[in-house]
C-alpha cells in the first residue's frame, strides 16, 4: 500500500504575537520551524522556514537578521551570516538550500502546512 502523508495546517501562534521583522521557532510535528512576520508596502508578509542553519550545523534561524539583499526578503544566520531567502530557502554565498512551509494567516492565527 503506497499511502500518501495527509497535509494539514498547525496553528502556531497569533498574528498579533509576532513581532515585524524579527522571527520566533515553534516546534511543528517533528520539525523546529523559523516564523518570520517581515514588514513590507503591503503591510507585512510571513515566512515559515527550517530552523536549521545548514552550515554552522545549529537550530538558529529564528534569531537571525531579517533584511533585503537585492530585493530579497532573506535571514541572515547569526553565526556565520549567510543569508537564505525566506521565500525560497536558498542560501546566497553557498549551494546549499533550506526546507520552506507553507505559512497562512488564518482569522487571527499563523498556521503552517505540515504532513
Not at 23 to 34: F, L, M, R, S
Request: glycine share 6%.
Amino acid at each position: 500500500m503506497n499511502a500518501k502523508a495527509e497535509l494539514s495546517w498547525v496553528r502556531v501562534c497569533r498574528l498579533e504575537d509576532l513581532t515585524d521583522n524579527l522571527g520566533i521557532c515553534a516546534k511543528v510535528g517533528e520539525h523546529q520551524v523559523a516564523i518570520f512576520k517581515v514588514k513590507d508596502v503591503d503591510g507585512h508578509a510571513l515566512y515559515a522556514i527550517d530552523n536549521h542553519d545548514p552550515i554552522s550545523k545549529a537550530n538558529v534561524l529564528s534569531r537571525g537578521i531579517v533584511g533585503d539583499v537585492k530585493g530579497h526578503d532573506v535571514v541572515a544566520s547569526p553565526i556565520y551570516k549567510q543569508h537564505f531567502d525566506l521565500r525560497t530557502g536558498q542560501c546566497l554565498e553557498a549551494e546549499v538550500k533550506i526546507p520552506t512551509y507553507q505559512v497562512r494567516e488564518n482569522a487571527g492565527n499563523v498556521e503552517v502546512l505540515m504532513e
